[in-house]
């Protein structure tokens, strides 16, 4: 089992460009979650899907879309890339939201140049 | 905005010492959790308390709970230079709507 998985590692953008991170789990988890970690602030939560279908806005959506592709994919689109979305964005997954242990994905570097 | 607010920002002890990380919250909880996070990497669960519980223990981890005073502290007894790593608090808000939402971290260095 390949737990959570991120695509890609790293990523260059300069400001305006577009990109999809990508995410994919083989849990059969319910729930998905993006979020994006900066120095001195935590994590903070970007979008989340409490189940396949179904998506809703986090602590910090600006600037971010998701899609909850299937039961598996969850991916987060910057449709024009700002130098504060520069960041580490990991996706975690859970069973159910709120009441379960989360499974985080190794993380993207994203740099906007 | 944060619910839960780590206590002290950074720690650095020697190997064989004991650590204790401190989380306030602000809001009732259904659980408070704990994770590990090494440099450059994803975060891993540690160890889940809930709401009714006071104490869990998971090998070297122990964690309390007081609900009355909104607080939670990790202790890991015994640290090895390996416990070297960003340890954070998360906490789900009791409510229709509850999201984990995590502090800010704290680094812990284990010298050698």
């Known amino acids: 089992n390949a737990g959570v998985t991120q695509t890609p590692k790293f990523q260059v953008l300069k400001t305006g460009q577009s990109m999809t991170l990508q995410c994919a789990q083989d849990?059969?988890?319910?729930?998905m979650y993006w979020y994006r970690q900066d120095p001195g602030m935590g994590l903070r939560l970007i979008y989340y899907s409490a189940s396949e279908g179904t998506t809703d806005k986090g602590e910090v959506p600006n600037g971010y879309n998701v899609s909850r592709l299937n039961k598996r994919e969850f991916s987060l689109r910057l449709e024009s890339a700002a130098p504060s979305q520069t960041s580490v964005y990991f996706c975690?997954?859970?069973?159910?939201?709120?009441?379960?242990?989360?499974?985080f994905g190794p993380g993207t570097r994203l740099t906007v140049l | 905005s944060q619910q839960g607010e780590e206590d002290p920002q950074a720690l650095s002890i020697q190997e064989g010492e004991n650590a204790t990380m401190n989380c306030s919250y602000k809001t009732s909880i259904n659980n408070l959790q704990w994770y590990r996070q090494n440099s450059g990497r994803g975060l891993v669960h540690l160890i889940l308390i809930r709401s009714n519980e006071r104490e869990k223990h998971s090998g070297r981890l122990r964690v309390t709970l007081d609900t009355s005073k909104k607080s939670s502290s990790l202790l890991i007894t015994a640290s090895r230079a390996a416990d070297t790593a960003s340890y954070f608090c998360?906490?789900?808000?009791?409510?229709?709507?509850?999201?984990?939402?995590f502090g800010k971290g704290i680094t812990l260095s284990v010298r050698p």
């Open positions: 975690a997954t859970n069973r159910d939201r709120g009441m379960d242990t989360q499974y």
């Open positions: 998360a906490t789900d808000a009791a409510g229709a709507n509850s999201k984990l939402t």
């Open positions: 849990m059969n988890h319910n729930s």
